[in-house]
């Protein structure tokens, strides 16, 4: 069913900004129920409590930002990101060769499978050896907030408030689990780039962790991609775990400085066992600096 608001059908334009070939997606704002309160929620990332939240009418970009769009970017102002900067970045440790396994330190006990790589940034996306020539139209990944937040001033854009994120990937349902409905696989039908098999040693057969096109698979009722999934978007917000007892209700926007930004979406090493953060309520969070090989963002801006 519709959102409170009564949300109708979304359209999309070209840009008129600096990122060429840029479409959107026009969404009419509007009343919605944001959050959640079931159980299978993380409590400690304030997932709740469910309250209505009106936002604007604005635009958001039908998927994230794909590797051939940051690299327009890159050709036109020179940028380097934070990951290239530092000379590492974080990839998940069945993304890399055995070699590299080995040699690579762990960031810790407690998450054994992220390897700082040396190398590792969007263009190398597993480090040395790999590149992104072979995956122009995938989410650009190993994005940092602040490399996000240079791109969009660049593109004439923004990053979307948490607000806006998930009035966008409810697609119009109320209250649903997933940007499609409350069953993760409807008819047996997977519609999002989540870990398949047992995180997070033995993947599926057929299946490998790693993004996919950005433009593939079902879009939501507004036409959205990969709304639970595939990698890490970035929002405008700081994140507090009292997001939903301490922002407003209209247009609500968290921007007290808590040290670390918002997330939303998950990422294809999400699964049920471990972090079922592709639910449209859930909230992620890492600070503005930090990059993955799991993280990317999407662009929003107001209308114009």
């Not at 040395?128 to 004439?156: E, K, L, T």
Request: aromatic share 12%; net charge negative; glycine share 12%.
């Amino acid at each position: 069913m519709p959102a409170g608001g009564g949300a109708t059908a979304a359209s999309v334009m070209p840009a008129a900004g600096t990122a060429q070939g840029q479409a959107w997606v026009r969404l009419p704002g509007g009343a919605f129920l944001m959050g959640t309160d079931d159980a299978e929620g993380f409590a400690e990332d304030g997932e709740g409590p469910v309250r209505e939240v009106r936002v604007s009418a604005f635009r958001i970009a039908p998927t994230a930002v794909t590797n051939a769009q940051f690299r327009d970017f890159v050709r036109a102002t020179g940028y380097i990101t934070e990951a290239e900067q530092v000379g590492f970045s974080f990839v998940f440790y069945l993304q890399v060769g055995p070699d590299l396994r080995r040699s690579a330190r762990q960031v810790s006990r407690e998450l054994p499978w992220w390897l700082p790589v040396e190398g590792a940034c969007w263009q190398r996306p597993a480090g040395p050896g790999s590149w992104v020539h072979d995956r122009p139209d995938h989410p650009v990944v190993h994005i940092s907030w602040n490399d996000a937040a240079a791109y969009c001033a660049w593109a004439g854009a923004r990053l979307p408030t948490e607000a806006e994120w998930e009035y966008a990937a409810r697609g119009g349902l109320s209250q649903c689990r997933y940007p499609w409905g409350d069953d993760f696989e409807p008819g047996g039908e997977r519609r999002c780039n989540t870990w398949q098999g047992t995180f997070p040693n033995a993947p599926a057969e057929g299946w490998s962790p790693g993004t996919v096109p950005a433009a593939s698979g079902p879009a939501n009722g507004f036409g959205l991609h990969h709304m639970a999934g595939n990698a890490w978007e970035w929002c405008a917000d700081w994140f507090s775990a009292d997001y939903h007892r301490a922002t407003a209700s209209v247009d609500p926007l968290q921007d007290k400085p808590t040290g670390r930004r918002s997330m939303r979406s998950g990422s294809f090493l999400c699964h049920a066992s471990y972090c079922n953060r592709y639910r449209v309520a859930a909230r992620g969070a890492n600070t503005p600096g930090s990059s993955a090989s799991n993280g990317g963002f999407r662009v929003a801006a107001g209308l114009e």
